[in-house]
């Protein structure tokens, strides 16, 4: 049978409810030293001096590191643009002469005990001369200046029946995950190797990274599976500290940890989103889309990360969506600010790009007179267009929407919102005088992200099958997802399979769970060494057995012959078989029944969906609640239905998050104003409605054997674009809400400007 | 330029010498537990009750286990002999209803603090009436009778123009590593996966027997490579607290921890040697061997372990040694004593064999009065009859003496100890009116068993290049030695080589340490991945530099172009290369520069060699000093000379402990005597004379790639017989020493019966 498309209860559950979870602050190690980073209280300035002495005579404080007792590293891009070099913007591990940011790690106190760390760090003092401060995106620097687009927009305008065009901002917000980072190194003194727990998403790449740093072979390093709590984008990107906790184990010869606490986290890690659009469409009379064009300053803080401009990249190549858009031309300025670094947040530049270009539709479709799902229903790219080629690329991979029927899900999706109710209830709202609103916003996704991954299948002579696979476990119930894709290839139960996850001993191939690529690339990867497992064990089955392998077939954790069914060999027998020494083996055949495949991919997979809002908006407090909320989201195939769901839900929580409530707002001085939060706000259960979910699986991706399109982020790309959606059609306005988040301080004022 | 013969610096010396090597009780995780053993007081009795609720009332003891507490599991035979069936003498891991040697475990206390277990696990109350004790061996119960043999020995016998017997005791000794054993036992409490520091020797082998006695598969236990200080066939093997310590771990979901003290070694660890030969020989009129028969009865302790009847096996399989012995009779009776389970020791078999072969041949010459060199001489297999193939198998493999000139040997070492002055010594000793003796033996070994080993190597971006090896490191220099073997196929400087031996993660197919086969067996499988490696590396290389392969040669660490000296890849650029992803890569191709190879041999490899020793004794005391001693030995090849000449001189001490001093004696009550240093003597610096070595490479083994023949044992192998007919020489006995060690107290006896 297989065990693709069931809902398999999540194996990650098990450890997790019970309390048996392995975080990375779970790690300790006798005789471990505590590391607390010192950081910079404004936002810019030159450094005249860090004086360590009296931090340094602090009883259990073993060390006090600047950047001048470092070499001299800077952090690296990871994704790199062909064409944009970043060096001179790169993030040094501890600021040198200038710090750029508020959080900026100036110096690092190591100590025998966190307390003292943490007081000792406060005794190291910082002489700083104050630079002036650049806040505002549009007063950054320009750190790149780039334009994706295709076809003659200039003309599109000129023959234009009608333009709409305007201005949108979007809020600098991220991803706050449940557990905030830690790391715990240790060392084995006689050969410098290093044992690592707490590098998550891309524990390969980051061993890569920090071998180079280190000026060490990448063997040398281990980083080990862990549990993460939420990854999000931002929570294992290579950061300093994962630079300062190995070299400082090194450099002391002992194990160093490190835990991050909340007001640390929202200063360190990647900021997102903020974005400024000058966008404009062209329309033909009948409400044909000519072109589209859009401007956009990217704020991406104080440096270059390891994502570098991934993000405004992203958001131009992402931004035409699933429309039919003969001319684009969009063109992003990448500004430095005295802010927090940025980086990807779950959905990264689509979340952006969607809020905006459904803006500019609902605006659009008032403009024109045309309903406003009319006016999408014409402008989608039609199933008979697909494969639809853009000549754009993004992640060095070419734009090339796979497969789908775009106008067919969002007729689904506003027949679903109909059976649900959504219209009676937004009518039955405002008839009694509540200002309510519905949004309804289509999305193209991306996912599935190559050139590849790498999965090792084996089994053990108990006939259990493990699975080491480059993905990590954020929460995203990857193992069960790798494990039914293995039961289903290799004809096992999946309880009898266990998926180990970003270890970079037992899988040095591995390329990580991000952009939504682990079920994808991870996934196939799997399914093909479970295949090559499965032919091998009917090889060996014929051998033991005697008879053809064409007279075999599987039986759920057996070989056996077609029509005896008393003749057969268990997975674990066939092991046994595998082992050195077996008469079954021969001389120069591999042991053991394992394969080790990968899956090697040039495009990119593009999921899509339709975001239904509802919102009931206080005029008088401007606070905006959303009763009904509906995600309907082409997949391909569901390898397990109930984690796609959780998936989709817990972005719709993200995105109202974004839409209405989180912010990272930032003072002239650029002092950061929501370092807790009692100050970014985090929607909670009583901010979020039950959420619809509507998956669909009628256009599988044609690039990979399962067919699977990717299910992480639809639940949050196109959530600030139908809470806007939803918030304007309350309000009635006739021009756009210009920005998001919609805080009730915003939406106060939007109120006048509506007509209802 | 080849590494192989040079003398490379033990890369192993870094980290031991600087106190970086890591032991099993170097490893400690927050929160262990702490195991203490109770063991039985008396050798022989019934249990009626072990009352534990007066120890689980100490404050810090977690848990007391005895035999009821655990599932019911015996300690398998790791060496089975075909048709030897030992299912009832093998030992459970906790006593049931019998004790059966004073050590015994009975029950465990696991406590906070290991002060606190041991305090309490003498709170333990053992309610056991006592039974009969068995100590002598021939009152023993035969747990097993066989026989080994061929030709007409009879016939033999009857035609025999001389005929020599003796009886011969070898004393009950064995191995005393400088470390005792240890282990540390963390466990995931989410999946109840074992991480196991501690097991030396025959760690895959290991961790698949606690896989089957736990009920679990055996990818869920992971073995690591640590440090031991010492094995010499005892540390590593499969003990009850192998059992015990991961079994706690699971139980109690904590990491568990037990370090064996000195005390609990001497009774709990494998014993050895004790044997008594009846041994005869027929010589034709001219000395010529027609025959030999020996009768043994071999004591082999209060149970089968995890040696079953081996020892016993290859005493049999390898008593005619070197010799042309046309017919030979062997019978042994392993007799189960209520004293410690016996297993090997250095040498096993063959100390015992040799020292009794060798002075019955001492014996001989005398009573047919030709030069004992000679009679060995005129004996010797000649070169021209090797390959020799003996109508008997041990190990499960036949016994086919491969190559060599022991003849040749035998002369070279004759004319080395003339060389050095040997027997001028004697003579001046004796002029001087001291009892002085010169003895000479003449061994053969085996080392190189099979079935397999495997291993991995790889290179990384640096060019670093790591070897996963199934060996153990227990001080021999294995790593030296691999990374030689390594350096010398693949053409990099051995500096650049790690090697990790035994861990079970990294090299699943490992067969580990044992029976001098690491080097032959393991170093011969690391020598095929190497040269994997490197034809891989010039296929690659070819690929970058777009020249043919044969155009392209090895310059170590880099592949260049022939004749173009500038034109060259690194070997770190190579692994780059073969990263996936790398246009250099085909799409099926596996990633990395890396090879996994197996060696297979059917059949050991006979080294051979030749000791002479120089004795001087106290007629007065019995005292036996060994002022000079040369060891000869033929060992095909030398990797590395100076570990060569270590690993002998490291032998003859251990063999001059078992000829003088060691020896496990029990009162009649089976009540062991040697429970410390105090008792248990072994020799000390002051016993031991500086050793001549003379290492031979005449004869290479022609099963493997390397020639090597192996040269762990051989240091001990003959060390009894040179000693006891050097002994016998300064004596002047007319018959033999009878039985080793060669106490001072026995010594004495036997002054009496010289003529000298």
Redesign the interface.
Known sequence: MTFIGERVPRKED??LL?G???FADDQ???GQLWVRVVRSPIAHGRIRSVATATASEVDGVVRVVTAADLPDRRIPVRLKVQGINLDDHLQPVLATDTVRYVGEPVAVVVAEDPYVAEDAAELVELDIDELPVVVETFQGTVAADFRLGYGDVEQAFVDAAHIVEMEFDVGRHSAVPMEPRALLVDV????GALQIHGMTKVPVFNR?VL?TMLG?????IHVHAIDAGGGFGVRGEFYPEDFLVPWLARELNRPVKWVEDRAEHLVAVNHSRQQHHTIAAAFDKNGVLLAMRDDVLHDNGAYARTHGIIVPELTLAMLPGPYRVPAFAGRIRVMLTNKTPCGTYRAPGRFEGTAVREQLLDVAADKLGIDRVELRRKNLLDARELPHTREMSTLGTDVVLDSGDYVGLLDKAMAEADRLGYRAELASLRAQGRTAGLGVAVFLEKSGL???E?ADV?V?????V?VHSGGTSLGQGIETVLAQITADALDVDPAVV?VVNGDT??Q??G?GSWASRSTVVGGSAVHKAALAVRERAIQMASRMLEVSEDDLETRCGSIGVRGAPGSSVTLGEVAKAC???SPHLL?DE???LAA?R?F?VEHMTYPYGVHVALVDVDRGTGLVQVPRYLVAYEIGRAINPTLVEGQLVGGVAQGIGGALLEEFRYDEAGQPQAVTFMDYLLPTAAELPKVDVLVTEDAPAPGNPLGVKGAGEGGLTAAGAAIAGAVRDALDLPGPVRRLPLTAERVRGLTDEGTR
């Open positions: 098990s450890r019970r048996h979870g392995r300790d190690r006798p084995d003194p006689g050969s890569d071998a060490v072979d990448e063997n040398l190559g050139p590849q790498t084996m053990g002579t108990s006939g259990a493990r266990t001993a037992l040095p191939f390329a082992r050195p020494g001389p591999p042991a053991g080790r990968r090697e």
